[in-house]
């Protein structure tokens, strides 16, 4: 197949900036776990006689990200309505951007290549039904929640320049860690923060000419995005080849059934009548504030990751440069004293997996006392997980456990001896050649002596059994 | 002043000046309207419904702070609000079925700055629907009667509002100017009406008809009133981003009544437009004449995009109302249709028992306007007319301080006459809409009468300019003589 189509992405992500308040007026942006309907007022509610007041914390976020993503700020923006009823929408239309965006033109790099932005713009989330029974037609009774109506929503549309399953996904992680980086959100796919929609057409490889596309929505994690995008390429490549073709149609992406969906198609498309805002004045942005927010822009992830690289091996810095707490846990924690690999490889195996971070004071002390062979890794691990646990120094919880290595030759040779004699049968399978049975005879070891130094234990054992 | 014996006749600064020499209390003041309100409202009807819970406090507050010697200048006056201002536990519906039982949660903020200043709220006033009309027959419960004829409306949208302060049912009310609704009732009904430059007074709490035009202002008997009540609801509003704190409005001065040197615009197309009625025509002359005697200079001046301000007028209005009206869909509050089999048949029952003809004609003349394919030949054309309009009143402003002409071209007409024919209608507002498409200041003052019923004439200050405006019709209403009367109605 690879060889006849070619894929063509181009991805709208939705994502939600991080701010205290709505986007037009002062309801808090509650938690997804808040009782429905407990973070709205008359402006969210639709009421009428109500009107929109811009939340400049919004606007900041959203120049922040267009900054970060190198697109250019033009001197005027304005809001737009975007048109259409739906009992989600309370004012019966959203307030959006449509010809003037905030911000257009940029791009990001995913992996050395570059993908272009098309605009950054913001707008306002809607409500949610719940429906019980079926769907909104079928159902007894619909509940609607507004609290997320009217929450910041900044989108974020990329050109057409994706082509696999792959560089899609990681296009969107590598967004993910850029807008954590610049604190514009949390982008947490779970929780709705950050909602990505790849508009997916093939063609023949060589031809320049776009395809028919499909726009996939539901999508709530990252393997979601990569499933959902093999799927709907291979239905659209088997159309094609079946000698049917592709309609242009919104699908939806279910998880449970692992396919997509058709859920609207082009000729039901809403004509969503825009038009200016009349409620807001058109926005003249002011360019000393744009170059204070893009003074203020931390280190960017590709930056940092380049000076990552200088030190670690690709894999430490996939991981390590795709989030900004990592990142700078272990470049704090090298900086007071810790070894850089050994510091990147916990980092990898016990914190990223984990997710608790421990301060990088404790990180580096601790870095050193196992790197000095003072304790075991296991009791470094409990060590560390206790220091989080409790905020203890990590010095204090081995002293206090008693916590120390035996590296000492005469009193392992002894150990070693008598794991030798109480496992006859894994001694004479290694020395029959059958190496894994070393394992066997280390876990009978650490069992009667955890602060056994594990490397002087192994080389003993080896030499006994020779 | 006039006769003590009748309270429902009196000026905000007449009234004013005896609650403060303690002539008669807030509460004897209230009483009186309401009596008055028992002997004649059934005939009028200008208002929808009463609000005796809100007038007993807040009289019994403008006593107290009468007593006290602290009173806010609008203290104890009886104030009539229009049905599209949200106040808040009082039934607010825009004249409109579809927002029966609906109590706002909130009060909108020109009408609470009033009620800070002390006003007491009498009631609810009548209007168009969604203030779509200009005779108030598109009320969707009745129409409206105008005071000084009952078988004639009293204009609209704002009918009630200006047949309240007419029929001495409230001394000052307030409505909301679109196209011309305030101006062309107070013509229509011989008293004071003004609407705002664009952004003067908050939208805050006015149930929107047309964003862009939309602006809140007071009826009364005296332009002075006029100006005192402005100036109490004026000023940038952190909740209405439209809105603005600008100069031009000292209105607490007394204006002198000298205009001499002043030059007043006469735009030729004003006095020119379809079916302007001669009578109307003989009373604005007079009352030019009038100003030009004591020392203003006219000046021809053109407006020669006024024929189209109509049509864009009818363009961007709808437009914007067919997505403000978006959210009456019978979901949240006021009327629903809920045995729908479904949600779209739910909207569709529900916006066709709640909105009536009117409403309906211009969502949908505004949907078809702003639909792919006609958005550039009609939306967008229109907005560029409305550029050009705006630059015709830049002109002309290069030449004159303000612009006079009629409010109405025909003074007030036959309940029923108009109904069949809404292109006659819309033609009622073809000389004041120009000032909401260009934002503009506008004030109709009482400036005699045709065939024994009000004219109004009209001043329109550049924007920003209500001083302006003021100083012109003061002057007017000072050298004339020509009062805004009650009428009798006995």
Not at chain 1, 59 to 75: D, G, Q
Not at chain 1, 324 to 335: C, H, K
Not at chain 2, 160 to 172: Q, Y
Not at chain 2, 411 to 417: C, L
Request: glycine letters at 8%; hydrophobic letters at 40%.
């Amino acid at each position: 197949m690879t060889d006849t189509w070619e894929v063509v992405i181009g991805m709208e992500v939705h994502v939600q900036p991080r701010t205290r308040t709505k986007m037009f007026c002062g309801c808090a942006v509650g938690d997804v776990n808040d009782p429905p309907n407990s973070h709205v007022c008359e402006v969210c509610l639709g009421l009428p006689g109500t009107l929109p007041v811009i939340n400049k914390a919004a606007v900041e976020a959203c120049l922040k990200t267009a900054l970060a993503l190198n697109c250019e700020i033009p001197r005027h923006t304005k809001f737009d309505r975007k048109n259409y009823m739906y009992p989600d929408l309370p004012k019966g239309y959203q307030i959006s951007q449509y010809d003037l965006p905030m911000s257009k033109n940029g791009h990001l790099e995913v992996d050395g290549r570059r993908v272009r932005i098309r605009r950054v713009h913001l707008e306002e989330d809607t409500g949610k039904l719940v429906h019980a029974g079926d769907k909104l037609h079928k159902a007894r009774e619909s509940y609607v929640d507004l609290n997320r109506a009217g929450v910041p929503l900044m989108e974020i549309v990329s050109e057409p320049d994706l082509r696999s399953a792959d560089e899609a996904r990681d296009y969107a992680m590598e967004l993910r860690t850029l807008l954590r980086a610049i604190g514009a959100s949390e982008a947490d796919m779970e929780k709705g923060q950050l909602r990505a929609e790849p508009n997916i057409s093939i063609r023949r490889a060589g031809s320049s000419e776009l395809g028919v596309k499909t726009e996939l929505k539901n999508i709530n994690s990252f393997r979601a995005l990569h499933r959902a995008i093999l799927y709907e390429v291979d239905r659209q490549s088997q159309a094609l080849e079946s000698g049917g073709q592709v309609v242009q149609e919104t699908r939806g992406w279910s998880d449970a059934e692992q396919r997509t969906f058709s859920q609207r198609s082009k000729e039901f498309a809403e004509d969503y009548r825009y038009f200016p805002e009349p409620d807001l004045p058109p926005l003249e942005l002011d360019r000393a504030w744009i170059d204070e927010i893009k003074r203020a822009l931390p280190e960017l992830p590709s930056v940092r990751r380049a000076r990552l690289l200088d030190q670690l091996p690709a894999g430490q810095v996939a991981v390590i440069g795709a989030d900004r707490e990592l990142a700078d846990l272990y470049e704090t924690a090298v900086a007071k004293g810790a070894l850089p690999l050994p510091t990147a490889n916990w980092i990898v195996n016990e914190v990223a997996p984990s997710g608790k971070l421990l301060d990088p004071q404790n990180l580096a002390e601790l870095m050193k006392l196992l790197d000095a062979g003072s304790i075991t890794r296991d009791q470094a691990r409990e060590a560390y997980f206790e220091a989080v646990e409790t905020g203890r120094t990590p010095a204090e919880i081995v002293a206090e456990h008693g916590h120390k290595q035996i590296s000492d030759e005469s009193e392992l040779r002894v150990l070693a001896e008598a794991v030798i004699d109480a496992n006859p049968k894994a001694a004479a399978d290694y020395r029959a050649g059958r190496k894994q049975a070393m394992q066997a005879l280390m876990a009978d070891l650490r069992k009667r002596a955890p602060q056994a130094n594990p490397k002087v234990a192994n080389e003993l054992l080896l030499k006994l059994l020779d | 002043m006039n006769d003590l014996t009748d309270l429902t006749r009196l000026t905000i600064r007449e009234a004013a000046r005896h609650l403060r020499l303690g002539t008669f209390s807030a509460a004897e003041l209230v009483t009186a309207h309401v009596e008055r309100i028992e002997r004649v409202d059934h005939k009028v009807k200008a208002f929808l419904r009463f609000t005796p819970e809100v007038w007993e406090k807040q009289a019994e507050e403008a006593d107290r702070r009468l007593r006290q010697g602290d009173a806010p200048p609008l203290a104890g006056i009886p104030l009539a609000v229009k049905d599209v201002l949200c106040v808040r536990g009082v039934e607010t519906t825009a004249g409109s079925k579809i927002l029966r039982g609906f109590k706002p949660p909130y009060t909108g903020t020109a009408v609470d700055r009033l009620f800070d200043e002390g006003a007491v709220m009498i009631g609810v006033t009548n209007c168009d629907e969604f203030a779509m009309g200009s005779s108030t027959e598109n009320s969707g419960y009745f129409p409206t009667h105008n005071p000084w004829d009952l078988t004639r409306v009293p204009g609209g949208s704002s009918g009630g509002s200006a047949a309240a302060v007419a029929s001495g049912e409230a001394i000052v009310a307030l409505g909301t100017d679109t196209g011309g609704s305030i101006r062309q009732p107070a013509a229509l009904c011989g008293v004071v009406g003004m609407k705002p430059t664009y952004g003067r007074v908050s939208r805050y709490g006015l149930i929107a008809f047309a964003s862009s035009l939309d602006q809140i202002g007071p009826f009364t008997r005296s332009v002075d009133d006029a100006a005192l009540t402005l100036s109490l609801m004026a000023g940038r509003d952190p909740l209405d981003s439209t809105s603005a704190d600008r100069a031009g409005l000292d209105v607490l001065n007394n204006y002198s009544g000298d205009v001499k040197g002043m030059r007043l615009g006469v735009p030729r197309e004003y006095f020119e437009v379809k079916g302007i009625e001669p009578g109307v025509k003989a009373a604005i002359e007079a009352a030019l004449f009038v100003l030009q005697r004591a020392g203003a200079e006219l000046v021809d001046v053109s407006l020669p995009h006024t024929d189209y301000g109509l049509a864009a007028y009818y363009i961007i209005a709808p437009a914007e109302c067919s997505s403000n009206l978006a959210r009456f869909d019978g979901v949240r509050y006021g009327l629903s249709e809920v045995d729908a089999p479904n949600i779209t048949e739910q909207y569709l029952r529900t916006r066709r028992k709640g909105f009536g003809t009117e409403v309906r004609r211009r969502v949908m003349l505004g949907t078809y306007a702003l639909s792919t394919g006609y958005y550039d030949a009609y939306y967008l054309k229109a907005q560029k007319v409305r550029t050009l309009i705006k630059r015709d009143f830049d002109e002309a402003f290069k030449k004159c301080d303000a612009i006079v002409s009629a409010t109405s071209p025909t003074v007030a007409f036959p309940i029923g006459s108009k109904t069949q024919d809404p292109l006659s209608m819309y033609l009622c507002d073809v000389l004041t809409l120009g000032g909401n498409l260009a934002g503009l200041p506008g004030i109709s003052v009482p400036c005699g009468t045709s065939d024994g019923l009000p004219v109004g004439l009209q001043v329109l200050g550049p924007q920003w300019g209500e001083n302006v405006m003021f100083r012109v019709a003061r002057a007017y209403e000072e050298l004339s003589g020509v009062r805004a009367e009650v009428a009798d109605l006995d």
